[in-house]
């Protein structure tokens, strides 16, 4: 059985790359693939400690993260394809269009 150490560095090593992509980088399709790193960092947190414990609840919390993030995808996705026909440009920092 493998220790959790070892989970909880893979979920500190999924956490860095997530935030230096989010504070780091412009492109908005690069943003929303480190938010979804971040979120897999949580759900390797929550199962870990589940294990670790012996409950379902952070195995159930993690499948509720998963859909979460399957809808925050879609829509993000989405967005990103209306605005990028209208201003033809995915730079998070030219992206003041919902602003007043």
């Given at each position: ?12 090593a999924l956490l860095g790359i997530g935030i230096v992509g989010v504070v780091t980088r412009r492109n908005v399709i ?71």
């Amino acid at each position: 059985m493998v220790p959790i150490g070892h989970y909880l560095f893979l979920s500190a090593a999924l956490l860095g790359i997530g935030i230096v992509g989010v504070v780091t980088r412009r492109n908005v399709i690069i943003i929303l693939m480190s938010v979804e790193l971040i979120l897999n960092a949580v759900n390797i947190n929550l199962i870990a400690f589940s294990r670790l414990v012996g409950s379902v609840e952070g195995q159930i919390f993690a499948i509720f993260i998963i859909t979460d993030a399957a809808a925050e995808a879609a829509v993000g996705l989405g967005i990103i394809i209306a605005f990028f026909r209208n201003r033809e440009t995915l730079l998070g920092d030219e992206m003041d269009l919902m602003k007043w």
